[in-house]
């Protein structure tokens, strides 16, 4: 048995390697620098304790981002967790039609570079020669320079980062929700139980580890991609109105070299990440996961 | 007609309709990319263009070194990819083959990694990278990405539907473990790792985050970086070469999607199913 | 040198017993059943064998060798696994001959061994098909044949013929019967089904509990059963039992007395209460009472056809009878009476056979030690 103990031993060892040297020890190193004050140059680093921490908390920019990220994680929710759960739920109940062919052509957008998307959709939303615009002056109406407006900067940047999560989204949901048992389904069917309870009442509970799965997905993998597009499109801006909790941490450490507020920024990503996943523990317990 | 029949329709409608929005920005610019600038700006919302030409990807080729670009893309992705899927089946196979103290936290941790966000990482590895000598070079871009906890996940899920019969008879064959991994396991598996490897493909092609903190020389550059110097906003007047750069850029994933579909489809549908 | 020898052996799981001091020793080529219902222990003493699964403690030799520590692959024995356990990527070919290209058997020597088994079992044509392209009872044969094709000292088969309906199983049965005498192995064989064991098995060892309530020729086990678990597991309808009083050699249930006579006076003098025992196929029914006949009412019967089944109750006891041309009504009165030699007598707290009128029957098989007879 030592023999397999060794043997398991050396087969893990390339991916346990490359984790131990670019996930767990930047991990920690990250958690280190976060304890100090640090321009990535210069040969001293001042330890400032929980100095970072207590300056970010206090200032009201981060305050701001904060609001940013919430407001992302909410749009996101919204156009790729809940819009998704119903149109997978229509799809394995009231459409049965054509599922293979919208799974496949969903997904197709989640395969195209956030720098292609950002690139096309500044383009389509050209606040004087893209077609959202003419069309909207044939409507008389004005559009807004949307990257120069707060508020709406969040709703473009969100809406260019779902059209990379989306189709990824609603495969995987439509997955979870296809797998509820039809039997339990007819059954209600046959007691006249109306669709939308169905939905919310035998669907929305039996497909939830799923459902818990991708809500926090959601928001970790969204807050991340969205990086390219404020990277791309708005460095963040106006007046930081696009800036979200990773974007900013790069910004502090890779535009204004404050390594360590910008890693104490990532650690407090990484904790809010880590409380997500936290609560989808306590949500999913008991059912199959990742050890069953 | 039925209420039911209507209701389907109405769905179908939305659906439809969805799938236009979602399908519009690559008809967007793949007709504009073929549009003269002029023609492009008189008639953006045209989606056939009445007068195609090529003369934006020609443009595109005699500014960029495109080959260049795409080599120094392909060949990230290529390692990335490769390495991802051989330390992915190894990790995935001692997972499922053998039983060894601390298996279960081990495996929790490394899938954990799954949450981890890049901005808690980048720093050090940017400072590793540097201090081993790779900054702005490709093997610099693709030595933190050798390895990914989804491919462990995807593939040990794979995995763990053989069953185990059929590997006891092969350990009854006096077969090796690394024999039986090749012979039967690998086999079995194929399209969680195909779908795994494309999905690592697409991912580090379309890669743009640890690229752009890594590379600064032209001559390194990949494809989203190339692109990136058409965004600026002085890019305004070469509308038609960045749609058409896009394009370019779109081309390989699109195609290996198109290939693959199946697979990659039917991976992830199982996926979600167990988180 | 094919003897399987069990030393001891016991089988835990983190503290729980699933198998516990189990002996057993198997002939060079003999047929070995391994019966017992579900969760009693079979397979894990197949795994053990085939070295799946470590031995706790005591010894296993295979051909006189000691193998606990020896790896499966270097046990020289072959398995057939309840699903067959095919390659699904391979051809039947592939199939057949993948343990031969991975020990390295010269090529010549792998198409002399195919083209045997492939003939012996009747899959020619089949070669390049994919397992999920094979019937059941195809699949069966491929699995059997890739184990014969490995020629090695021991084969093992677990619940073989489970996943096939009952008309293929009796052909499958006979042919894996005829392919194990051609190949001179030691075989052992795990079933839950009492028909099988008893028609393929040159000796039965029947486990409950993980461990052996029996060990012996099917005609023994049937004939004479060691225990109330092996009279009532063996046999359908099952065996009757019923608790029973003793006086002056006389035996009472259900109100009922008779004398069984003979030497059963002797082995039941000191005793007060014993099990009774009689196989439905061996009470005889009879519409008048005769001499040591016990009154009895019919409750019900079931025609199967060749056979009826009479249920009757004497007094509270409740007695099964079967035979062909037995024909009563429910409600009616009838007379059982029960041959001498062809009943069986256990303790009635231990439930070990206490023995039998006529010791000479067993010499058919006498070679064969009665071990768990303890009187």
């Known amino acids: ?292 | 007609m039925s209420r039911r029949a209507a209701i389907g329709i109405l769905w179908h409608a939305v659906l439809i309709a969805l799938l236009l929005a979602m399908f519009y920005p690559i008809a967007f610019a793949l007709s504009n990319s073929f549009k003269s600038i002029s023609d492009a700006y008189s008639s953006v919302m045209e989606l056939i263009p009445s007068r195609p030409t090529l003369e934006n990807y020609s443009r595109v080729f005699s500014r960029l070194d495109v080959w260049r670009i795409t080599a120094n893309t392909l060949f990230i992705a290529l390692v990335a990819s490769v390495f991802k899927v051989l330390t992915s089946i190894l990790a995935a196979y001692a997972f499922t083959e053998f039983s060894f103290p601390g298996r279960g936290v081990l495996y929790f941790v490394m899938i954990s990694t799954i949450f981890i966000p890049f901005n808690v990482t980048m720093l050090p590895n940017y400072l590793s990278i540097t201090s081993l000598g790779l900054n702005d070079t490709l093997v610099g871009v693709a030595l933190p990405q050798l390895c990914d906890a989804t491919g462990i996940f995807l593939i040990r899920q794979s995995m763990r539907t053989i069953p185990r019969s059929i590997l006891e008879a092969a350990r009854m064959e006096n077969r090796s473990s690394l024999g039986m991994l090749t012979d039967i396991v690998v086999p079995l598996t194929r399209p969680a790792i195909l779908s795994s490897a494309i999905i690592f493909f697409i991912n580090s092609w379309n890669e743009y985050v640890w690229p752009v903190l890594m590379l600064k020389s032209k001559e390194n550059f990949t494809l989203s970086l190339a692109l990136q110097m058409y965004i600026s906003s002085e890019g305004g007047t070469e509308f038609t070469v960045a749609m058409a750069v896009s394009v370019l850029a779109m081309l390989v994933p699109f195609g290996l999607y198109v290939m693959f579909q199946k697979f990659i489809v039917s991976t992830f549908t199982s996926s979600g199913v167990k988180g | 040198m094919k003897e399987i020898v069990m030393e001891n052996v016991c089988k835990s799981y983190g503290g729980t017993g699933v198998v516990s001091d189990l002996n057993i020793s198997v002939g060079s080529g003999e047929r070995l059943i391994l019966l017992g219902p579900s969760g009693c222990g079979k397979s894990t003493i197949l795994r053990m064998i085939a070295g799946l699964e470590d031995i706790t403690s005591g010894s296993l030799y295979l051909g006189g060798r000691r193998v606990n520590d020896v790896e499966s692959g270097r046990r020289n024995v072959s398995m057939v696994f309840q699903n067959y356990a095919l390659f699904p990527h391979m051809n039947v070919e592939d199939n057949i001959t993948y343990g031969l290209r991975v020990n390295r058997i010269p090529r010549d020597e792998i198409a002399r061994r195919k083209a045997e088994v492939v003939n012996m079992l009747e899959l020619s044509g089949l070669e390049g098909r994919k397992p999920r392209e094979l019937s059941g009872g195809q699949k069966q044969r491929v699995a059997l044949a890739r184990a014969v094709a490995k020629r090695s000292d021991f084969l093992l088969l677990d619940e073989p013929l489970s996943n096939l309906d009952a008309q293929l199983r009796e052909h499958a049965r006979k042919e894996l019967v005829k392919v194990h005498e051609k190949s001179g192995a030691t075989m052992v064989y795990v079933t839950h089904d009492q028909v099988e064991a008893m028609t393929v098995g040159d000796r039965i060892a029947l486990l409950s509990g993980g461990t052996v309530q029996m060990f012996d020729t099917p005609s023994n086990i049937y004939n004479r059963p060691a225990n109330v678990f092996t009279a009532k597991f063996i046999g359908a309808p099952s065996c009757n039992i019923a608790p029973a009083r003793v006086k002056g050699g006389r035996i009472s249930f259900g109100g009922e007395w008779f004398a069984p006579g003979g030497r059963w006076r002797e082995i039941l003098s000191g005793r007060s209460e014993v099990r009774f025992g009689a196989r439905p196929e061996h009470v005889h029914l009879h519409t008048d009472a005769r001499p040591n006949s016990v009154r009895a009412v019919v409750k019900y019967s079931e025609n199967y056809g060749n056979r009826t089944s009479v249920f009757t109750s004497v007094g509270e006891t409740e007695i099964a009878v079967s035979g062909e041309d037995i024909c009563f009504a429910p409600g009616e009165t009838a007379y059982l009476s029960f041959d001498p030699d062809r009943i069986h007598l256990f303790d009635a707290d231990t439930e070990e056979n206490i023995g039998y009128p006529d010791d000479t029957r067993r010499g058919e098989d006498d070679e064969f030690i009665y071990k768990h007879n303890v009187a």
Do not use: C
């Not at chain 1, 799809?91 to 197709?108: D, E, I, M, N, P």
């Not at chain 1, 003419?134 to 900067?153: D, F, Y």
């Open chain 1, 1 to 292: 048995m030592k023999n397999m103990n060794v043997k398991a031993f050396l087969m893990l060892l390339p991916s346990l390697s490359v984790f131990g040297a670019f996930m767990f020890w930047p991990l920690a190193r990250t958690f280190y620098i976060s304890f100090f004050e640090w321009n990535m140059v210069s040969p001293v680093k001042k330890f400032v304790g929980l100095g970072n921490y207590a300056a970010l908390l206090g200032s009201p920019l981060v305050h701001r981002v904060l609001g940013n990220t919430a407001a992302y994680a909410l749009i996101l929710l919204a156009v790729n967790f809940v819009v998704p759960y119903v149109l997978a739920f229509v799809l394995s109940q009231v459409v049965k039609r054509g599922r293979a062919l919208y799974k496949g052509a969903f997904f197709l957008p989640s395969v195209i570079s956030l720098v292609v998307g950002s690139m096309i959709y500044t383009w389509i939303l050209n606040p004087i020669s893209g077609p959202v615009a003419i069309a909207a002056q044939r409507l008389g109406l004005s559009a807004p320079i949307w990257s120069k407006t707060e508020g709406a900067v969040i709703v473009v940047l969100s809406l260019v980062t779902s059209w990379k999560i989306f189709g990824y989204n609603f495969i995987v949901i439509l997955g979870g929700v296809s797998g509820v048992s039809s039997e339990v389904i007819e059954a209600a069917r046959v007691d006249n139980v109306p669709l939308w309870r169905i939905f919310t009442d035998i669907v929305l509970p039996m497909s939830s580890a799923t459902g818990v799965y991708l809500f926090v997905m959601t928001v970790v993998q969204g807050m991340q991609f969205l990086f390219t597009p404020i990277r791309v499109l708005t460095m963040g801006g106006p007046n930081y109105a696009s800036s979200n909790l990773v974007y900013h941490s790069y910004h502090e450490m890779f535009v204004v070299y404050r390594t360590g507020t910008g890693s104490a920024l990532a650690v407090i990503t990484l904790l809010g990440f880590a409380f997500l996943l936290f609560l989808e523990f306590r949500f999913v317990e008991g059912r199959v996961y990742y050890e069953s």
